[in-house]
């Protein structure tokens, strides 16, 4: 599934009436069905249904949903919010038929009237503004949106919210607050940003005929779904041997978090790595060895380095989780950047350490992954969270290019980044992964998937896939967000893998 800036598309639109030769009407046409039927599901016929048109490609849908919904018995109150002159083309051609379908229009000529209104229907429909919106909201489009806002319906977006802007890092706005958004063909990037996602309430896309040559421009960001994790998810060969599915290592521990790297280490084979060695002060090992028996040990001298002949057997190395923020701990950091010629993924710690020799990421052949939470993104971008959060495609993006790494940026709707720009945001996980260990589970997911068949970037989206599935099967089979735990997840991989 694709994910679109505004102008992309208008792009795609365009491509599919100019290049395809598709009419502008029947893609009007098509997408207020096509939203009608998914609307079906949460509507009776007992619902009183006020649509909110506006002007504009918006505004014509809602008059072709109104048709549709009159035409299959629902009651329909037609509220248009703009005077007569503002319904123009394809949104007039709509207008026109719906009222020789015997459709009532009801133009709001102010708030009052339109307060009216809706204190007739228990369900509201957003049709007022797409993604053509820009700047804040003007009078009287303001008051309008305040009073829905305020009205305590039920509020049923169409592809946008009115008001929200649909591309990321806009933070001047006044929107819509919808409970369920049905998205037009193609999620917009704010659907994926924490200040701009809850306005689309429950959100789903809807296609509504267009072509996929027209999105053959449009191939930087899509999402990753439950088909592409079982399409490139590597087979079990059934003559296949331990060295075969990789030797990880993973390096990091410390007297005061021995916890993280073993849960590293037990999810990196739980999720299906051939061999894992840990890499940790050699005081600690005893604490770590009984929760991870299936692991060898590495001992490392407190003072580090790790040589590069003990690193050379390894096809992937997992560094920072629990490693500590010393001097000593920052030299066994860079020594390992320095000398593994194989995937490095750098976490937790290592990112604090690897922030003062950022340099080092651009001299390295192999991969180089790095997997921040938006704190840990500011600290490496020099800037305040804020930005990062209101913008992660971007920041995300920058990071990646400036120092070709494969970048993380983990949250709720986690970003992979390419270093030739590619993004794929992954929607599994729930708030029960917002605990301690989540982030050493995850590091070890993707420390197994990076040494199976396949791309780097394949791995790296399966192991956010999985991380986060599991979860929800977790929380789906008797777990809560409240008591999840990291190691509930590890043995929650075992119900993703089977279904």
Same mark, same amino acid.
């Given at each position: ?15 599919? #009436? ?7 009407k ?19 016929k ?36 703009v ?15 719906y009222?020789? $379908? ?78 369920r ?6 999620? +917009? ?27 053959s421009?449009?191939?930087? +960001? ?26 990880g ?5 410390? +007297?005061?978090m021995?916890?993280?790297?073993a849960?590293?280490? +037990? ?29 060898t ?18 096809h ?29 993924i ?32 500011? #600290?490496? &971008?020099? $800037? ?35 270093p030739?720009?590619?993004?794929t ?25 990076? &040494? ?8 790296l ?14 929380v ?17 991989f ?6």
């Amino acid at each position: 599934m694709f994910i679109v800036t505004a102008k992309e598309m208008y792009d795609v639109d365009s491509h599919t #009436m100019d290049r395809v030769g598709y009419d502008g009407k029947l893609l009007m046409e098509n997408a207020g069905r096509a939203v009608c039927e998914k609307m079906k599901s949460i509507l009776s016929k007992h619902d009183q249904v006020g649509i909110l048109i506006g002007s504009g490609n918006n505004g014509g849908d809602g008059y072709v949903i109104s048709r549709t919904l009159l035409n299959d018995g629902y009651n329909v109150l037609a509220i248009q919010i703009v005077p007569d002159e503002k319904i123009k083309g394809d949104a007039r051609y709509h207008k026109e038929i719906y009222k020789n $379908c015997g459709g009532a229009v009801h133009v709001a000529q102010s708030a009052d009237e339109l307060e009216i209104h809706l204190h007739h229907v228990n369900v509201v429909v957003d049709a007022m503004l797409g993604i053509g919106m820009k700047g804040m909201l003007r009078e009287p489009l303001k008051k309008v949106v305040s009073l829905v806002n305020q009205s305590g319906k039920k509020v049923i977006a169409i592809d946008i919210p009115t008001g929200l802007p649909s591309d990321e890092g806009i933070t001047d706005f006044y929107a819509i607050q919808a409970d369920r958004t049905f998205i037009i063909e193609a999620p +917009k990037e704010s659907v994926f940003v924490q200040h701009t996602a809850p306005y689309y309430g429950t959100w789903e896309t809807t296609s509504i005929g267009i072509p996929s040559q027209a999105f053959s421009n449009v191939t930087a +960001k899509s999402t990753w779904e439950e088909d592409n994790f079982k399409q490139s998810l590597p087979k079990r060969e059934a003559f296949s041997h331990k060295g075969e599915h990789g030797k990880g290592l993973v390096v990091g521990g410390s +007297k005061e978090m021995p916890g993280s790297i073993a849960m590293t280490a +037990k999810a990196a084979l739980r999720a299906g790595a051939g061999l894992v060695t840990i890499g940790t002060q050699e005081g600690i090992i005893g604490s770590i060895a009984p929760a991870c028996l299936e692991a060898t040990f590495l001992p490392i001298p407190e003072n580090g380095p790790i040589s590069s002949s003990q690193l050379e057997p390894y096809h992937a190395i997992a560094i920072g989780m629990g490693l500590g923020r010393g001097k000593q701990a920052g030299g066994i950091v860079a020594g390992v950047v320095k000398s593994a010629d194989c995937p490095i993924i750098i976490d937790a710690d290592g990112l604090f350490h690897i922030k003062k020799n950022l340099s080092l990421l651009g001299n390295r052949s192999a991969p180089t992954i790095l997997t921040p939470h938006p704190g840990e993104m500011a #600290m490496l &971008m020099d $800037c305040p969270i804020e930005e990062i959060v209101h913008a992660p495609f971007d920041y995300a993006k920058r990071l990646s290019k400036e120092y070709g790494v494969y970048v993380i940026l983990k949250g709720k709707y986690t970003i992979i980044t390419t270093p030739d720009g590619k993004q794929t945001v992954n929607q599994t996980g729930n708030p029960g992964l917002a605990k301690g260990g989540s982030g050493d589970v995850l590091s070890g997911v993707i420390l197994s998937m990076v &040494m199976q068949k396949g791309t780097i970037e394949e791995g790296l989206c399966n192991a956010c896939y999985l991380h986060g599935k599991a979860a929800d099967l977790s929380v789906s089979e008797g777990h809560s967000y409240y008591d999840l735990l990291a190691t509930d997840v590890i043995k929650g991989f075992p119900l993703v893998f089977r279904t």
